[in-house]
């Protein structure tokens, strides 16, 4: 007799997974794979997917891909792929891409980590990170941390454009210093995205993560910097207070 499949996953997510592997505008690639033949794929995004000669703009850990999706319909004229590990979260975004006709949108479920495996020197313009995790005690898995500037800094293209959206000041501070140490251009930034005059429509667009973190009342930072190459980059010494709302458990927290 048969029995039920997969017993720990429901069925909402059962179907999430099977739309994936159908949905025009999803790529995952098992590890394997990958060590296999490569991405075949990279260095040609434009030219296989796209079929046109835009900027490509990367929102990485895009979980729901609100970004990707919203900046997809303010700028038919740029392409933008969402990147998360977790298929489940992307699958909003890609379904709503598709929904609305986005052929400019499109995502990719790896890990970060792997982001040169995928994309060839200089095939990016710009990479926005939306409310990454601030990783307060691993200073190596901090999305913008030295070790992830110099990955950006391989596929970017020359002055190539980094924006970081954060609830986090740990985050934040960690994020200047990082940026003062290793000499990068600074385009805008505030710590108070919504009592600035910089809410536009392009950072007005909110992500799950941050409606969470507005609800509970935190204010908003942005910063936009240049990621230039470096021969060597500088990790910053410094001591930086830890969020204390970070503390609490991830129920307390309400952001499953
Ligand atoms: C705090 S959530 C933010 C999601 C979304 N940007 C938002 O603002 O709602 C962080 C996201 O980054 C993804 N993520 C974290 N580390 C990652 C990695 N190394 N590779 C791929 N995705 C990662 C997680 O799966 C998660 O969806």
Redesign the pocket.
Known sequence: MQTKKYPSVGKNKLQKFDDMCRFPNVFQYPFAALQEKGFEMKGHWNEWFFKNDHPVVL??????G??TVGLGRLFPDKNFIG????GA?MWSGAKQAIEDGLTNVAFLR????LIREFFALGEVSEIWI????PQMSKTNKR?TSTRFMQLYSEILKEGGLIHLKTDSPFLYTYTNAMIEANRFPVRVQTDDLYHSRLADEILSIQ????QQWLDRGLTIKYIRFACEPREAYVEPEIDIERDSYRSFNRSKRSIK
Request: charged residues 35%; aromatic residues 16%; negative net charge.
């Open positions: 929102e990485l850990g895009c979980g729901k609100e970004y990147i998360d590990i977790k979260r790896t890990h970060i980590e939306t409310f990454p995790d999305m992500t799950f993560y941050e």
